[in-house]
């Protein structure tokens, strides 16, 4: 069946690290996103990339649709990236996303 | 901000009794849904709509209906709630903001308990 891996599950960081998580899918996408829900519980839309790469002051995502996996970096990390990021890919079309188990980022001071 | 609210945001209820969550939105889009979200997992899709009386099943729709009479109220009901149903609902719109690409928006979710 259809399947969305995220790793790794949970990942502890300096203020100041850089990390990438990574997104494996099971099969082609008409879309990608990325979301980071904060600890208030809230979801915010970071990316939409069925492709290629995006940036967005110190992040950036990089998908290989023809390889299955999206790409999320966090460069020099604050305290306020802490949180869960999600990867959600749409295989069927009409944005019915498919959520991976997130990636649990927490940024130390 | 996408102009998307969810009432109530906290809600008590019993087992067996009916539930009715709200989703409202200020901008007119044609797509919306609900999702849940339990602990140590991603969002589910429940339902959605890809217009006025148009709905479908996700992934996890069983034991719950949906309504969508206006474009912008998208109605979740639980018509006799189960301690499984205890999650965080939330309720997101799809649009294509520059009119490029469509983008998933959510709601700052509504969470349910079932006692």
């Known amino acids: 069946g259809i399947q969305v891996e995220q790793s790794p599950p949970d990942l502890i960081l300096q203020e100041g690290a850089n990390s990438t998580l990574r997104c494996n899918f099971s099969?082609?996408?008409?879309?990608l996103q990325w979301f980071h829900q904060n600890p208030w519980g809230q979801l915010i839309n970071l990316f939409y990339?069925?492709?290629g790469t995006k940036q967005n002051g110190r992040l950036s995502a990089t998908t290989v649709a023809t390889e299955r996996y999206s790409l999320l970096y966090i460069s020099s990390s604050q305290t306020t990236d802490s949180g869960v990021y999600f990867c959600?890919?749409?295989?069927?079309?009409?944005?019915?996303?498919?959520f991976g188990q997130g990636t649990r980022l927490t940024i130390n001071p | 901000d996408a102009g998307i609210t969810q009432s109530p945001r906290h809600k008590v209820t019993e087992t067996g009794t009916p539930v009715t969550l709200r989703c409202h939105q200020t901008?007119?889009?044609?797509?919306m849904y609900w999702y849940r979200q339990d602990p140590g997992h991603g969002l589910r899709l429940i339902h959605y709509?890809?217009?006025?009386?148009?709905?479908d099943k996700g992934e996890v729709s069983d034991g719950y209906s949906v309504s969508r009479s206006k474009t912008e109220d998208f109605l979740l009901t639980l018509e006799s709630a189960t301690s499984s149903q205890t999650s965080v609902y939330f309720c997101?719109?799809?649009?294509?903001?520059?009119?490029?690409?469509?983008?998933?928006?959510f709601g700052p979710g509504t969470r349910l308990t079932v006692t």
């Open positions: 997101a719109i799809s649009f294509a903001p520059g009119g490029l690409s469509y983008e998933q928006y």
């Open positions: 099969d082609s996408v008409n879309n």
């Open positions: 990339i069925p492709s």
């Open positions: 959600a890919p749409d295989f069927q079309g009409a944005q019915k996303l498919v």
């Open positions: 901008e007119n889009h044609r797509y």
């Open positions: 709509s890809y217009g006025v009386k148009d709905t």
